[in-house]
């Protein structure tokens, strides 16, 4: 039996593992001991992760449909119609009527190559990725606020903070090693530990205090702490006036958000709401935590400058063991941000508006006319489908047909493309839409790089081949660009991509493969001397001075009414994974989760006259699913929740398309519903 030591197919933990292999497949995952973040240990997926490698159901030659029904085709072929039907496309309507999906679960070379695809061969910067509906507004916030759109400590950090704020984050169900070093922490070190979350997670067993805030108003929250802070002189009055400006805007803005003001708005008990701002401002090393639940909003962007104000306030940022931290979500969402599969900027977060930037890349990619337009995201490509804005769709490893909010308009969309190509590993749900599919592999047959939540870029490494004719979507994307008459698309292995990438992206210059070997490095890591950054703003910010930028409180979009009288949140549970492509085909992970349900509050279960495991109708202005009760005090009256990862009773066909205005990210945290007994 072979070990091959890679990293992790599912969250931004971005755990070592071991992968067995016995006669051509991979036969068990076990975790690598002296990994920097698993150290030993992996949670239920990562032991799992092997399991759907082997499926008989994987995706194994290109696929054409016809008729309305897919045939067996050649590589050939179904490359030939791709390039021939795009080049047609962009010809006749423009170069901005084809767009391409890039992938959260492919390596960074391969998002590398995504973008240069759109961007170099295609001349159009339609080009997203899943993160616009995780964290672009974490990229957005952090990045006005600090300079930088990424999370800012490391995660073994976590193991010396005396202090977490923990919102908007199921931790230990999302981030299992990190949860668990949270709670080691309160156990063993008396930690002290701040849950704000309308919904009780695992970790408020263990918290110091919980506030249980009204989904949607995390804004009010953090300003009234703010204005504690700052009423009882607990802000760091040095820190504030050497690297930050603006410190009398904010001061101004949350004087009006007092703790009975933010009771009304939040519920938070005042006197609660004042406890917790004590604990984490006078507490010296003071983690901000945060996920989905505060960036899934149409006010995201506000919620996450919010959140760096609070940190800025306090001196919280800069130091060892502190920061504002948001978890990225999928295991190599923070590298596709990072490689420029994002419709504003290249890789590196070099701006597609900068004409320098534009310059720099015309002369790399031995192109000319680069656009300078801000491309469309991921909610408008595919809404472009209905109405023909968005003629042509290459969709790499992306199931907006389950995540993407408003199943019903998806649907109509899909249905309604000229031409749509997907590659993945299985024939998806939006794959069964698709003109041409193409069968890619698995992170176990394929050599690349992801990054994990706190910017450890790291090596994966093939350890089996992949099935059938399936190919690495690095060697797809290479023959499409190709085909489509580009030259500069010609890599013997991904270690020759990482090469292009390290010369044209400051913060990867010195992720030379050979470097990356043992368990890799943190970016900002600008040379081959550079050792990497545990956290970021150590002595300034990224921006020079960091930006205190206070937002008044909005109310979300859609709020419940006499007939849609409850609030609808929706998220993840720990034994699956997005929309269940892989966690559904494993057998531990399918038998623990088989079936979706929604969680009521026990008095509302009486009211409705609902049991536990009960059949419900949940409806929307949108639509409707059925699925089990779960009687359950996690979620308040009036609340409910229903995990994403189900096909069979999709979240997604209740939530709301509304938006962030910065960000674009939708507001799956917040739509009004109402709960019926059948
Ligand atoms: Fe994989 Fe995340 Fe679990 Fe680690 S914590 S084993 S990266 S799913």
């Known amino acids: 039996m072979r070990k091959v030591l890679t990293t992790c197919i599912y969250c931004g933990c971005g755990c070592g593992l071991y992968l067995t292999e016995d006669k051509g497949l991979v036969t068990g995952a076990y975790p690598s001991v002296n990994h920097p973040v698993s150290k030993g240990s992996l949670c239920v997926k990562g032991w799992n992760c092997h399991e759907f490698v082997n499926r008989m159901d994987r995706l194994t030659h290109p696929l054409i ?28 309507t423009g170069a901005d009527s084809v767009a391409f999906l890039s992938s959260a679960k492919t390596s960074n070379e391969e998002n590398y190559l995504m973008m240069k695809l759109a961007r170099a061969v295609y001349k159009t910067n339609n080009v997203d990725h899943c993160a616009r509906l995780c964290h672009a507004s974490t990229v957005a916030g952090l990045a006005a606020t600090f300079g930088s759109g990424a999370m800012t400590n490391s995660i073994n950090e976590f193991e010396e903070a005396d202090c977490y704020l923990i919102t908007g984050s199921d931790t230990t169900a999302q981030h299992p090693l990190i949860g668990s070093r949270i709670i080691n922490s309160v156990l063993e070190r008396d930690a ?44 760091d009055k040095e820190y504030v006036e050497e690297r930050t400006e603006g410190f009398c805007d904010l001061k101004k803005l949350v004087e009006e958000y007092t703790p009975r003001y933010v009771e009304k708005i939040t519920t938070i008990p005042a006197e609660k709401l004042i406890e917790a701002a004590r604990i984490y401002a006078t507490t010296k090393k003071a983690m901000i935590v945060y996920s989905m639940g505060i960036t899934q909003h149409t006010t995201g962007v506000d919620n996450v400058k919010s959140l760096a104000n609070l940190a800025m306030l306090t001196g919280h940022v800069g130091r060892a063991s502190t920061g504002v931290n948001p978890l990225r979500g999928q295991n190599n969402v923070q590298g596709a941000c990072d490689l420029g599969a994002l419709s504003n900027v290249y890789s590196g977060y070099q701006k597609v508006t900068d004409e320098t930037a534009r310059e720099k890349f015309e002369k790399a990619w031995e192109v000319e006319g680069l656009p300078g337009n801000i491309g469309l995201t991921v909610t408008e490509i595919i809404s472009g489908l209905d109405g023909g804005k968005v003629r042509g769709l290459y969709i790499m490893g992306e199931n907006p047909m389950i995540s993407d909010p408003d199943s019903n308009h998806v649907r109509k969309c899909l249905e309604n493309a000229e031409f749509l190509v997907v590659q993945d590993l299985f024939l998806t749900d939006t794959a069964r839409f698709a003109d041409v599919v193409l069968p890619g592999a698995s992170f176990a047959e394929k050599d690349g790089t992801f990054t994990n ?87 300034k910010f990224a921006k ?122 939708p507001e799956y945290k917040v739509c009004a519903v109402k709960v019926e007994k059948i």
Not at 194 to 215: F, G
Not at 220 to 233: L, P, T
């Open 544 to 665: 020079g001075l960091g930006t205190f930028m206070p937002r008044p409180f909005i109310e979300p979009v859609e709020s419940p009414d006499d007939e849609f009288n409850f609030i609808l949140s929706t998220g993840r549970i720990y034994w699956h994974w997005h929309t269940r492509t892989l966690t559904g085909r494993t057998s531990t992970l399918e038998r623990e989760a088989p079936k979706p349900f929604v969680e009521i509050h026990p008095e509302d279960a009486e009211k409705l006259g609902i049991k536990d495991e009960e059949t419900v109708k949940v409806t929307s202005r949108r639509g409707n699913v059925s699925l089990a009760a779960r009687i359950t005090g996690k979620v308040a009256p009036g609340s409910c929740f229903i995990p994403f990862h189900y096909r069979e009773a999709a979240a997604n066909v209740l939530t709301i398309n509304a938006v962030d205005p910065v960000a674009k990210i």
């Open 65 to 92: 449909k016809e008729n309305g029904a897919f045939r067996k085709a050649t590589w050939k072929e179904a490359i030939d119609l791709i390039t021939k039907k795009f080049k047609a496309i962009s010809s006749e």
């Open 453 to 539: 939540t706190e910017r450890r870029c790291e090596r994966i490494r093939k350890t089996v081949d992949p099935p059938g004719e399936a190919r690495a979507d690095w060697e797809i994307l290479c023959d499409v660009a190709k085909a489509s008459g580009y030259r500069g698309m010609d890599y013997t292995d991904p270690a020759e991509i990482m090469e292009e990438i390290r010369e044209v992206t400051p913060i990867y210059g010195g992720m030379r493969y050979d470097r990356l070997d043992s368990y890799g490095l943190q970016w900002p890591c600008p040379s081959l001397d550079h050792p990497g950054t545990p956290y970021l703003h150590k002595e």
């Open 192 to 235: 002290k530990l701040v849950v704000v979350d309308p919904r009780k997670i695992e970790l408020e067993k263990y918290s110091t205090i919980y506030l249980q805030q009204k989904n949607g108003t995390d804004v009010a929250w953090i300003n009234g702490m703010m204005r504690v802070i700052i009423e009882e002189g607990l802000e």
